[in-house]
């Protein structure tokens, strides 16, 4: 969608109009748009100057409007961290660019659980991509990660592929060396996490699967899994009426701390990318993100 993909790239700028427009040319190297960045109409405008933010746990945190990219409200948004499963969200893209055949099936391997402290499938098990994507970004199953990797370039090549997906967004602070998250070496800035984010939203699948609760998955073995997903808000005020989750991801390494990136929409369009990193436990990371989602939609207007 032409709207999120924008978005993306004005957050990558973070508030720098030139960068933006060097990024937008970069997309549209077609030439057959005249778009410019300076021409998105509707910003934020904050209605309440004396609300600063919101106290969060967390070490890192950024807050954008997704439209323009318009910093909202920020907390040493370029400080390089751990992101733990975050991370997914490059595996998703980098395999969706493959355009593979989502019926095409998988087998697990051993080597796929590595790190994995509570399996979810088991080695042998059959499942298709589509299903394992699925399981990938609703319950951040590493092995899924592993596995996708594995059978399409190889882990090797499938990690240098999302690198060089960072440096194609123009992101220079995302590292990865392997696919799950696992590693505490993945690490990024939370400012770059909201370009991520912001991008994968633009891949179908990514953003579908954001409103599952929870998924069952039968592998070929005759076994079904329930898969639940990691994002406790789904249930919440964010999720209802006038708002709706529209992407989102967590992780959490002892390296790493707790993490969440996620975008909301309002009843009137207006989206807003909310990430930090570092949080002190499980609860703080969903009542900062609440908190700050909430407060951005309450201290701003869009005009």
């Given at each position: 969608?032409?709207?999120?993909?924008?978005?993306?790239?004005?957050?990558?700028?973070?508030?720098?109009?030139?960068?933006a427009q060097?990024?937008?040319?970069?997309?549209?190297?077609?030439?057959?748009?005249?778009?410019?960045?300076?021409?998105?109409?509707?910003?934020?405008?904050?209605?309440?100057?004396?609300s600063?933010?919101?106290?969060?746990?967390?070490q890192?945190?950024?807050?954008?409007?997704?439209?323009?990219?318009?910093?909202?409200?920020?907390?040493?948004?370029?400080?390089?961290?751990?992101?733990?499963?975050?991370?997914?969200?490059?595996?998703?893209?980098?395999?969706?660019?493959?355009?593979?055949?989502?019926?095409?099936?998988?087998?697990?391997?051993?080597?796929?659980?590595d790190?994995?402290?509570?399996?979810?499938?088991?080695?042998?098990?059959?499942?298709?991509?589509?299903?394992?994507l699925?399981?990938?970004?609703v319950?951040?199953?590493n092995?899924?990660?592993?596995?996708?990797?594995?059978?399409?370039?190889?882990?090797?090549?499938?990690?240098?592929?999302?690198?060089?997906?960072?440096?194609?967004?123009?992101?220079?602070?995302?590292?990865?060396v392997?696919?799950?998250?696992?590693?505490?070496?993945?690490?990024?800035?939370?400012?770059?996490?909201?370009a991520?984010i912001?991008s994968?939203?633009?891949?179908?699948?990514?953003?579908?699967?954001?409103?599952?609760?929870?998924?069952?998955?039968?592998?070929?073995?005759?076994?079904?899994?329930?898969i639940k997903?990691?994002?406790?808000?789904?249930g919440?005020?964010l999720?209802?009426?006038?708002?709706?989750?529209?992407?989102?991801?967590?992780?959490?390494?002892?390296?790493?701390g707790?993490?969440?990136?996620?975008?909301?929409?309002?009843?009137?369009?207006?989206?807003?990318?909310?990430?930090?990193?570092?949080?002190?436990?499980?609860?703080?990371r969903?009542?900062?993100?609440?908190?700050?989602?909430?407060?951005?939609f309450?201290?701003?207007?869009w005009?």
């Amino acid at each position: 969608m032409l709207g999120t993909l924008l978005g993306a790239i004005a957050a990558i700028a973070i508030g720098d109009p030139v960068h933006a427009q060097t990024v937008v040319d970069t997309y549209f190297n077609d030439k057959t748009t005249t778009f410019r960045v300076a021409d998105i109409q509707r910003k934020p405008v904050k209605k309440r100057p004396e609300s600063l933010g919101i106290k969060t746990s967390a070490q890192a945190v950024f807050v954008a409007d997704l439209a323009t990219g318009n910093v909202l409200y920020a907390k040493d948004p370029h400080k390089v961290m751990p992101i733990a499963s975050l991370t997914k969200l490059v595996t998703a893209m980098v395999f969706l660019d493959l355009k593979p055949d989502l019926n095409k099936t998988l087998v697990f391997q051993p080597e796929d659980f590595d790190g994995e402290s509570k399996p979810v499938f088991k080695p042998g098990e059959e499942i298709t991509y589509r299903d394992a994507l699925r399981s990938m970004l609703v319950g951040s199953v590493n092995a899924c990660a592993k596995a996708l990797a594995r059978t399409t370039l190889g882990e090797k090549k499938f990690v240098a592929a999302m690198n060089d997906k960072a440096r194609a967004l123009h992101l220079n602070t995302p590292t990865f060396v392997e696919p799950s998250g696992i590693n505490p070496r993945n690490q990024s800035s939370a400012a770059d996490v909201a370009a991520l984010i912001a991008s994968a939203v633009a891949y179908p699948e990514v953003k579908a699967n954001a409103q599952f609760s929870e998924v069952t998955i039968k592998g070929k073995s005759g076994q079904s899994y329930l898969i639940k997903t990691t994002n406790n808000l789904l249930g919440s005020f964010l999720n209802k009426k006038p708002y709706t989750i529209t992407a989102a991801k967590t992780g959490s390494l002892p390296e790493a701390g707790y993490c969440m990136a996620q975008i909301t929409r309002n009843e009137r369009g207006n989206q807003v990318v909310a990430v930090e990193l570092g949080s002190e436990n499980h609860f703080s990371r969903y009542q900062d993100i609440k908190a700050l989602t909430s407060w951005a939609f309450d201290a701003y207007e869009w005009k």
